[in-house]
């Protein structure tokens, strides 16, 4: 299917009519121009660190429909967003995804949105590389956080290592480029970080590094897993040069260029030095709950403005109200005296 094709296909999704609404600005003046979305709660891995290994997922009625997650995307586009990523869960195991991916394209063609982007643990990327790329999709984000396979299924439980390079392969034959993110887990990956630097760089890829997040109980003790990136960063920085960058993807990583592979090199620090005085994002749930801050329990339903009108006039109200709550900044800590996390949800719910 060609790029026309695939317009043609998507021509009877909604307009988003409403261009003359002003731009979101948060009661801190800055400016939301970027919106994740998590179309499921479902993964096909069960990763330690953000899952319970039994889980228990909401049930399938819940859910936004395609045309809902169209339409509040496109009311946010036309408020200034101009930047859309899916994640989940996993978000190539939702059914008949590329519908979805298609429809949203169309913003692409006209100019609304800039980028149309995924998140995702590489195990279906054999199967939707190319329609992706179809689709105006440009680049993905691609989650591993180790090379060895046996730590692999260890890390993720239910993973297949060979599957996700398999996907890596595919996606980079199709044309996307690949950033990988790895999160830094103390005593399980730490010792392979310098690997994974090399590896990536040695592909063309960037690599992030995330610290683990305080979200949602799982079986393991988060202060046994919590590796600072101020460490990482002095350990890798007694091998490499690292040179700062001014280099932005529109998310929250900070990045360095290696100059001895001459790659970049990403650290999210939610922890020992968090994002948020730049913070320009906002994250939709799969049941159209939108979160304002990672963070924070605070959130807003549009599910229900969505489905009380074919209108977008309540959901233009809903979205103002939301962004005029949008917090300083997230409270996440990591201690032994703190072992709950600091949010009650799991991040496969919020979407990353």
Not at 186 to 214: F, Q, Y
Request: aromatic share 6%.
């Amino acid at each position: 299917m060609t790029r026309q094709d695939l317009v043609t296909a998507s021509s009877t999704a909604p307009a988003t009519g409403t261009s003359h609404r002003p731009p979101l600005i948060d009661p801190f003046a800055r400016a939301v121009t970027y919106l994740r979305i998590s179309v499921t709660d479902r993964c096909d891995f069960r990763c330690n660190y953000c899952m319970a290994e039994h889980m228990t997922f909401l049930p399938k009625q819940e859910l936004l429909s395609f045309e809902e997650i169209d339409r509040i995307a496109s009311a946010f586009i036309a408020r200034g967003v101009r930047k859309l990523r899916l994640t989940g869960g996993e978000p190539l195991v939702r059914r008949n995804i590329m519908a979805l991916i298609r429809t949203l394209s169309r913003h692409l063609d006209g100019g609304g949105l800039q980028e149309l982007t995924l998140t995702t643990n590489g195990s279906q990327l054999a199967r939707f590389a190319d329609e992706l790329a179809a689709c105006g999709v440009r680049r993905i984000n691609v989650s591993l956080d180790t090379l060895d396979p046996v730590k692999f299924r260890a890390i993720t439980r239910w993973g297949d290592l060979g599957k996700v390079m398999a996907g890596i392969d595919a996606a980079q034959a199709a044309g996307l480029k690949v950033k990988i993110n790895a999160v830094a887990l103390k005593g399980v990956n730490e010792d392979e970080i310098d690997d994974l630097l090399v590896w990536s760089h040695g592909r063309g890829m960037d690599l992030t590094l995330i610290e683990t997040m305080p979200m949602g109980e799982i079986e393991a003790d988060r202060t046994d897993q919590y590796l600072p990136l101020s460490l990482v960063r002095a350990r890798l920085a007694a091998r490499w040069t690292l040179e700062d960058i001014d280099y932005r993807t529109g998310g929250p990583a900070r990045y360095v260029q290696v100059a001895e592979t001459g790659g970049r090199l990403g650290f999210i620090t939610p922890l020992t030095h968090n994002f948020c005085e730049s913070c320009n994002r906002v994250r939709l749930t799969c049941t159209g709950t939108l979160f304002m801050c990672l963070g924070q329990e605070d959130a807003a339903d549009l599910r229900t403005p969505v489905r009380a009108s074919e209108g977008d006039e309540l959901l233009h109200q809903a979205i103002d109200e939301a962004i005029g709550r949008k917090p300083k900044g997230h409270d996440f800590v990591i201690d032994r005296r703190t072992r709950r996390p600091g949010v009650g949800r799991h991040m496969s719910v919020t979407g990353g």
